[in-house]
Every structure is written in C-alpha cells, then in structure tokens.
C-alpha cells in the first residue's frame, strides 16, 4: 500500500518537473528547436523599449461632437424649412445663428426639444433683425463623450500595438485623460510614435471644381468648400512640394465604413499602396457616390492630408478603393493598421516619453541572474552546513522551486520585469523557510526519543498548520498587489505568487517523498538533520 502510495507521489512529482522544464528549456536555448515556442518574455526594463504617458484631447472629441450636430442641424432645418442664417461651431464647443422672426423661432425650439435633447440655449439676443441664439452641449453628455473618447482611444491603441507585432505591451488608463503604454523590445521609437498618435480619420470629399482655387487661395472661399492641402514627392531628389486643393466641406463617406485595409503593389510603378475594402454599407455609399459623380475628383483625406484625388471614370461597384502615395513599405503597412484598427475620437499628445536602452536592460538581466545565483548558492551553502543530509533535501527542493517558477512563467508567455527577479530572489529565502520550520519540528521529536519515522511524520504533521497559514497571507498579499498594482509591481506579485505556490509544493511534498524513500526503503536507522 505504502510502496503504491509513494508511487503515485513520485509520478507527480516527475509530471510537475517536466512539465516546467519543457517549458523552461526553449527560454534557455533559443536556438534549439522545440515543440513548444512559448518563451518568457522580458519586460521593458530588461531588454529596452518605450514608456509613453499619453494624454486624449478629450475636448477635440466634444468639438468633434459639436461640429456633426451642428451640420446635422442644419439639414434639419432645412428639411424642416425653417429659416436661419450663419449657423456654425464657434468658440470651439458653441453653436452659434441667426434665426429672423418669431414664428422660425418657436418651430426652431421645437425641433431642438424633439430632436436634440443633447443641445440646450445658452444665451440668445436680438442682432440685425434676428434672434441670435448660441446653443451648447449639455455637460452631462460632454462628460460622456469625455469618457468615451479615452475608452475608444484605449481600444484603438491597443488594436494597433497588436497588430504592430509587440508582445507583451502594457497599456493601461490613468487618471481621467491619460493612458500609459510601454512597448518592450521596440527600437524604431519614431515609427512606435507615429503609429499610436495618427488619428487616422479617413474621409472622402468631393473637390471644389465649380470655383477658383486661386480666388479661394487670395481668401475668397466659397460658404461650402474649404481648402486642404497634400504633398508630392519627387521621385528623383525625394523633395516635397506642397499642393493646394479646394475641398467640399460635406464628408460623403468616412473610415468607419471600412472593412479591411491591405498593402499591396502596384503593377505599374512597383510601390506599395493601400488597397481599402468597405463593408457591405459602405460598399453601397461608395457606389452610389461614385455614380453621381461620373468625371468628378473625389479627393481621399487621412489627417486633414490629402493623399490623392483621382477623377471618377465610371461607377464603382464591389466596395474596393485604395490611397495611393509615395509612401514606403513600412508606412504603408502602418497606414494600414491605423486604418484597420480604426481612427482615434480625438487627436492624443505625448506628455512623457522615455526609452530605455537594450544594453541598460542587458545590464539589468546580468545583474539580476548574478543576484539569484548569489543569493540560491548562499542559501544552499547555508542549508547543508546547518542541517547537513536534510539540508541537501531542501536544496533539492529549493532547485526544482526555481525551476517550476521559470517553467510557468514561460508556459504562461508572463512577462519577467525587474521587481519579478526581485520577487524570485524573496522567493528563494522563503522557500526554505518552511523545510526550516519542518527539521525544528523533527529536531525537536527527535530529542524526546522517537524514531525517525515517528520523528519526521510528527515534525511534518507540527509545521504543516503554520507553513499553510504563513504562506496563505502572504498569497493573498501578492494577489491584492497584483489586482491593484499597475507594471513592476504586478511583475513583483506574478514571480512571487507562482514562487509561494511553488514552494509549498517542492518543501512540504517533493521533500516528504524524499524523507520517506529513505526511512522505508533504505531503512535508515538516524536522520541527519
């Protein structure tokens, strides 16, 4: 019964040792091929990367907000046919018209009561004949969009990092506006940056043919257009040249329509472009925009930047479209994923940007492994002086600890931090902490004169309560680290809440197995403890 009980143990054991070390090996040897790539993944102060703190314009998104209810208003009320004037977003967030009479007035406060319960009067005044009346959102629902716009930019941003390739990247909300992102293993910090700031709106307009862009250029710009600009490159001397378009103001369609955003290269000059796909919506918006507007420029703007406008030589039906540029592989394949990833609800600026160097992390790792080794050969060197044979046992056990520890943080793809080699090096002296309390506990029923087996099942049986007990709050101290620390230090309570699980295991399990071969197969007649 025994023989088949320490068996099963023994198989356990062996499974759990494996297991960790199937794991641990490919982390060890990168070269080696391996049926798993699961590795540990270091963090951004082990080997280098970026540390942003960025902040959401959140007043941009009110401003943005402001400005499509004001355009929708006034295809309202000219559906409506209620008379007005010089309505437009002013002073960044108020809407401000002219409405001439009584009667255009009380239909006007109708509408705005019935269909836009967002929008209230500020202040209203007699000028020129008319009612002046300036509208502004109501704060409640500024704030809601204040909210949104952080929690739609944490989305996209996130959606982009992935899609860039970068693991492991901590992207989290502070405060009210802010959002931290670190980016370990990223060199390239300018391409990073401009991947995670571009805003990303795309829009299509029509271009302006009916007036003059030189009149427009001398500051007579018609009511319903505006004037954008885009840039061509010399495909010789690489020089810009900036270009001038007169835009319509009326967006007809936007990047929200879209559905998928490929790179591919053209046949005809071999550079890359941006082949865009819409869904099934804006399939239909495109074609019938494309066939209204037969030998018309239909100008394609991301940014405010306009990238091309080609003319329209027939319908366009299927949903594909494309931007074309000078652009080089590696910003298309980012234009690419902003555009997938969709655009940002308000433009983000960097408040604080570091990078830290690979060699600095290198240094780091160094010093890190130096002081594990350090601080387990002290620990081992301390264990068999003091308790000699069972001072062995618990190095074993201290050894398979630290090889469970790595071996789950690799099968988990954890990222390893510097406060995490810290929480290993903790985990070391706790480690044999429990054996510590295990051999007191035998010593002691040694000396009152049993034999060794009665000795170690009462030395066990003792300390068994306390290392639970011991272990258990210190457990629960890591998880409420973990759950409400942010970066290092929830790297600090991964590393130390997988070592206290460890440890429990390796000293109170691995370590009775080993005590229980030798008292009843090897029939030892002392414990040298």
Partial sequence: MFDKNIKVRVVIALLVTITALFYLIPSLTPGLPFLTD?????????QGGMHLVLEVETEKAVESSVERLSNDLKETLMDKKVRFRHLRRTNGSIISMDIPGGENRNAFEKILKDSYPNLEIESSKAADGSNRVYLKIKEKHANYIKKFAVEQSLETIRNRVDQFGVSEPEIIPQDNDRILVQLPGIKDSVR????????????FKLVDE??????????????????AYGYRVDRETGHRTKIPYLLKVKTLLTGESLEDARVKISDRFGEPYVALKFNSQGAKDFDRITAK?????????LDDIVHSAPVIQERISGGEAQITGSFTTEEAHDLAIVLRAGALPAPVRILEERTVGPSLGQDSVDQGILSIIVGGLLVIMFMVIYYRFSGT??????????????????????????????GIVLVIGMAVDANVLIFE??????????TPRAAVSGGYSKAFVTIIDA???????????????????????????????ASMFTAIFVTRII??????????????I
């Fill in 38 to 46: 699961k590795k540990i993944n270091l963090g951004l102060d082990l």
């Fill in 192 to 203: 990073a940056k401009n991947l995670i700031g571009k805003t990303a709106l795309l829009e």
């Fill in 210 to 227: 009916e007036n003059s862009l030189g009149n427009a250029l001398k500051g007579n710009i018609p009511p319903e257009s505006a004037i």
């Fill in 293 to 301: 507007n037969v030998k018309k420029r239909l100008a394609i703007i």
């Fill in 393 to 422: 046992i618990a190095d074993i056990a201290l050894i398979l600890n630290i090889i469970i520890i790595m071996g789950t943080l690799a099968a988990f793809q954890a990222t390893l931090t510097l406060p995490g080699i810290a």
């Fill in 441 to 450: 506990r035998i010593r002691e029923e040694l000396r009152t004169g049993k």
């Fill in 471 to 501: 272990n258990i709050t210190t457990l629960i101290a890591a998880v409420v680290l973990f759950q409400f620390g942010t970066g290092p230090v929830k790297g600090f309570a991964v590393t130390l809440s997988i070592g206290i699980i």
């Fill in 515 to 528: 005590y229980d071969y030798f008292i009843w197969n090897k029939k030892i007649e002392r414990v040298s």
